[in-house]
Nanobody, 119 residues
Framework: QVQLVESGGGLVQPGGSLRLSCAAS????????MDWYRQAPGKERELVAR???????YYADSVKGRFTISRDNAKNTVLLQMSSLKPEDTAVYYC?????????????WGQGTQVTVSS
C-alpha cells in the first residue's frame, strides 16, 4: 500500500517562499501524474499544480508564475516551490499520484502540510 507524506509547510510572511515535498513509500509501478492540491478553510480542495511523466506541467491560474512543480523520478518524490506567497495561499497542501489518465489516485489522502501566509 502506497503512503504519501507531505512536508515543508509553515508560517511565512507575504512575499516569502516555501518548498513543499511529497515522499512516497511502498511499491509504485507507474506514475502518470503527480499532483499538488490545497484546501483552505471552508473551501473545496483544488488542484494547484500537476507534473506529468513527460515532465510537462499544469498550474492553476492563481499560482501561475509563482509556483514551480518538479519531480525526482528515482525517489518518486514531487516538490512544490512556492514564491511570492500571498495570504490567499494559506491552506493545507496535499499531494497524490495517478498511474494513468483515468485511474483513481494511488493513495488515500494524507495529513497534508499546513501553509500559512500572514504578517
Amino acid at each position: 500500500q502506497v503512503q504519501l507524506v507531505e512536508s515543508g509547510g509553515g508560517l511565512v510572511q507575504p512575499g516569502g517562499s516555501l518548498r513543499l515535498s511529497c515522499a512516497a513509500s511502498g511499491s509504485i509501478s507507474r506514475i502518470y501524474a503527480m499532483d499538488w492540491y490545497r484546501q483552505a478553510p471552508g473551501k473545496e480542495r483544488e488542484l494547484v499544480a500537476r507534473i506529468f511523466s513527460s515532465s510537462s506541467t499544469y498550474y492553476a491560474d492563481s499560482v501561475k508564475g509563482r509556483f514551480t512543480i518538479s519531480r525526482d523520478n528515482a525517489k518518486n518524490t514531487v516538490l512544490l516551490q512556492m514564491s511570492s506567497l500571498k495570504p490567499e495561499d494559506t491552506a493545507v497542501y496535499y499531494c497524490n499520484y495517478k498511474s494513468s489518465p483515468l485511474s483513481a489516485y494511488i493513495a488515500s489522502w494524507g495529513q497534508g502540510t499546513q501553509v500559512t501566509v500572514s504578517s
